[in-house]
Every structure is written in C-alpha cells, then in structure tokens.
C-alpha cells in the first residue's frame, strides 16, 4: 500500500509498506528497521519477535521520542511485561501494533509534530 502525507519536507515517511518491507522516502527496506523523523536505525534488532529482549527495548528507550511505536509483523504480539521495564523507568510511551498500523500511525504523529519513534519488526 502507498501513503501520501502534506508538509513533512525534510522528515522520513513511509511511503509503503508490504510483505517482509517497509518504504521510506521511497527507499525500501527489509530489515528491522528503527525510524525517527530525523534519522534511520536499520538494524536496530537481528531478533525475530519471539527473541526479542530487553536490550532491544533498551536502545528504543533511549531516543528523543515521546512515544515509541513497536510494529510486530503481520500481527498485533505485546511483547511480556518484563521486557517493556525500560520503557517504563524512561517513561517513554508505547503503543504495540502490526507493521501497516504502525506506519500509518507514525506517519500521522510526525504531521501532528510529535516526538515519535516507530521500532518495526520485518523479520
């Protein structure tokens, strides 16, 4: 599916996302990927969504956002209560959903001018 969004020069959007992909500024990208509107992280995590761990959720944590979205493939998975602790003594927020809500979501906080981070799991 593509996205289209209104004045966000300068930031990355996803412009699609599909089976085992995502798009930013038109660049595909297959591999777990962190993104902020200011930069890219692609390889946050090597883990699936079943070996995901606190270090993950750890460097999520530590980026100037305000809220952190977890996208988890193609379904909605919340990860266990014990690996989202870093997120909770960083008082970040979150918000767990499956990568196309995830993009789409983060898309529109970034044209609201939020602080977001999307963490999207594609592997």
């Not at 599916?1 to 966000?8: G, H, I, R, Y």
């Not at 999520?60 to 956002?65: F, G, K, P, Q, R």
Request: charged share 20%; hydrophobic share 45%; net charge negative.
């Amino acid at each position: 599916m593509k996205l289209q969004l209104e004045n966000t020069d300068g930031l990355n959007t996803f412009t699609a996302y599909g089976e085992g992909y995502v798009s930013v500024n038109g660049i595909r990208h297959n591999c777990n990927l962190a993104v902020l509107p200011d930069r890219l992280l692609p390889n946050w995590t090597l883990a699936t969504f079943e070996t995901l761990g606190a270090a993950d959720l750890e460097l999520l944590a530590s980026l100037d956002a305000e809220i952190i979205l977890l996208g988890t493939g193609k379904q909605l998975r919340f990860p266990s209560p014990e690996l989202l602790r870093p997120l909770v003594q960083a008082q970040k927020g979150l918000e767990v959903m499956d990568l196309p809500a995830a993009c789409r979501t983060y898309n529109i906080l970034i044209g609201e001018g939020r602080k977001v981070a999307a963490g999207l799991l594609l592997v």
